[in-house]
């Protein structure tokens, strides 16, 4: 089994800055893609940034303000997120796309997630 555990959430206000992070742990053979969703009450879970073997992907609206790293030895992922605003208050949810042996597929396994809550 996998498991994906995140930290780094909190209350900040406005202008501030958070760091997120995000470590996969279990049964892992090779991690593809590694990112963090968001999503708020009655809303769609959007896709905020995600890290691969094809580079950096960002939400239009986090673009210059947000940045996804990843430590490949230590099966983490990273958002640094600054400059944040209240429209960035959510949860936070991190994923790891996973292959548990080198003749299996690709699974994406979640955390539980991470409230960030921006005050103005």
């Known amino acids: 089994q996998v498991q994906v555990v995140e930290s780094g959430g909190g209350l900040v206000q406005a202008g501030g800055s958070l760091r997120l992070s995000c470590a996969a742990s279990?049964?892992?053979?090779?991690?593809?893609?590694m990112g963090w969703y968001r999503q708020n009450t009655g809303k769609q879970r959007e896709l905020v940034a995600l890290?691969?073997?094809?580079?950096?992907k960002y939400l239009d609206s986090v673009k210059g303000r947000f940045t996804i790293s990843r430590d490949n030895t230590k099966n983490t992922v990273y958002l640094q997120m600054n400059s944040l605003k209240p429209e960035d208050t959510a949860v936070y949810l991190c994923?790891?796309?996973?292959?548990?042996?080198?003749?299996?597929?690709?699974?994406?396994?979640w955390g539980q997630g991470t409230q960030v809550t921006v005050s103005s």
């Open positions: 994923y790891a796309d996973v292959s548990e042996r080198w003749n299996s597929g690709y699974l994406n396994y």
């Open positions: 279990g049964r892992i053979f090779s991690i593809n893609a």
């Open positions: 890290i691969g073997r094809g580079g950096t």
